[in-house]
């Protein structure tokens, strides 16, 4: 960003009922004057006097202005910038100054769906909710061309900038506990935050909130990644149902040496524990065959 050279000047304005006041008292002194000197009561000189009241009563009442709350002014003259008034109400400034009004309340920037590619490259969906308020009026409207438009293109570029940066969720190639865009919610919209107040900057622009209010993969690929998390969904629950029936089977061979219930060698262990493991880790239901023999036959 280039070096800022535009900031703003606060500039306190007159009350703008006592200038009321004043321009109506001398429109009306002005008046009287006139007619006392149509009606002869006075010299020719006190028209001219009456007329310039009545002149300056006018040009008094031109420079007021109301501005409502978290609404500023700023005021040009003949194309220089003189200040930003940041009262309230009915104000006065002279009335050659050129008032343009911009509020400095709180704005919503509600982005559309915007399709981006990750950190591994995979096309995902973006959408984000920006609030955003004008912090330095002079630069928001002498720095930028439209600073709403700037804004708009800014964060939009932001987005696209912090998807790169993020995978859209965990895998073999990512560090232990790297942020996902889908697992690391709190720091991606911290992030995002951070770099749309940099890029705000130049435009007198305060970021006040930034959320991520869409996240998805692409219709092109989300089928297979769809797959892909279920496989995950799949192995990993293998792997507890695993774990699970090897502790039992454990047990198991435990409790019958403990309680001295059966003797088993080797080979009918290792029987033991493949038909216990079958039966465990199997996703239906087993089908019992009764030994009418020894146990051996």
Not at 28 to 56: D, F, K, P, T, Y
Not at 248 to 260: I, P, S, Y
Request: proline residues 2%; negative net charge.
């Amino acid at each position: 960003m280039s070096a800022l050279t535009r900031q703003e000047i606060p500039l306190a304005s007159m009350n703008g009922y006592l200038a009321l006041g004043g321009g109506i008292l001398a429109v009306l002194a002005g008046a009287w004057l006139v007619h006392l000197s149509i009606l002869g009561s006075l010299a020719g000189g006190a028209a001219l006097a009456g007329i310039a009241l009545i002149l300056a009563g006018v040009f008094m009442c031109a420079g007021l202005y109301m501005l409502q709350p978290n609404e500023t002014a700023v005021l040009t003259l003949f194309g220089r910038y003189v200040g930003t008034d940041r009262g309230e109400g009915l104000r006065w400034a002279f009335p050659l100054y050129r008032k343009r009004k911009l509020t400095v309340r709180a704005r919503n920037l509600n982005m559309s769906t915007l399709k981006v590619n990750d950190k591994r490259g995979n096309p995902v969906e973006l959408a984000a909710a920006v609030v955003w308020r004008v912090r330095d009026t002079a630069q928001a409207l002498f720095e930028v061309d439209d600073f709403e438009r700037y804004v708009s293109v800014q964060a939009e570029a932001a987005l696209r900038h912090l998807a790169a940066q993020y995978a859209y969720d965990e895998g073999e190639d990512l560090a232990p506990g790297e942020t996902t865009l889908r697992g690391g919610a709190a720091e991606v919209a911290h992030a995002l935050s951070v770099e749309l107040t940099a890029r705000f900057e130049a435009a007198g622009v305060e970021t006040l909130d930034a959320k991520l209010t869409h996240l998805a993969y692409a219709p092109e690929i989300a089928q297979v990644m769809l797959r892909r998390q279920q496989a995950q969904a799949i192995i990993s629950a293998r792997a507890r149902i695993v774990h699970g029936a090897v502790t039992m089977v454990e047990d198991a061979l435990k409790g019958l040496a403990e309680r001295e219930i059966v003797e088993l060698d080797a080979e009918r262990k290792a029987s033991m524990v493949s038909n216990l493991l079958v039966v465990l880790c199997s996703d239906r239901d087993a089908q019992p065959i009764i030994n009418a023999g020894t146990l051996y036959n």
